[in-house]
């Protein structure tokens, strides 16, 4: 059974950082490429980042290029998301899926406010 649980999530002020866990079980963590999703209230989820299989490559939505960094450890079966200069609009519910499988985790809130 696939299980995705995302953490890390939380309040910071603009400009501040946070950093997203998604550890996962149920299938070969390393065979599958990872990637992180967010929905904002009233908005469709959207990709953020993605990263291949064994790390060697990463694709980022523009609106969080040169900020948010995605990474895995593959021994761990942990996908990360840092998240650096935040902004009040990349607030969301953020998730992570593996790719070609349909389940997604409970997702993680990041709230970015003064």
């Known amino acids: 059974q696939v299980q995705l649980v995302e953490s890390g999530g939380g309040l910071v002020q603009p400009g501040g950082s946070l950093t997203l866990s998604c550890a996962a079980s149920g299938f070969t963590f390393s065979n599958y490429g990872m990637s992180w999703y967010r929905q904002a209230p009233g908005k469709e989820r959207e990709l953020v980042a993605a990263?291949?299989?064994?790390?060697?490559?990463?694709n980022y939505a523009d609106s969080v290029k040169g900020r948010f960094t995605i990474s895995r450890d593959n021994a761990k079966k942990t996908v990360y998301l840092q998240m650096n200069s935040l902004k009040p609009e990349d607030t969301a519910v953020y998730y992570c899926?593996?790719?070609?499988?349909?389940?997604w985790g409970q997702g993680t809130q990041v709230t970015v406010s003064s």
């Open positions: 990263i291949t299989n064994f790390g060697g490559g990463t």
């Open positions: 899926k593996a790719s070609r499988l349909s389940s």
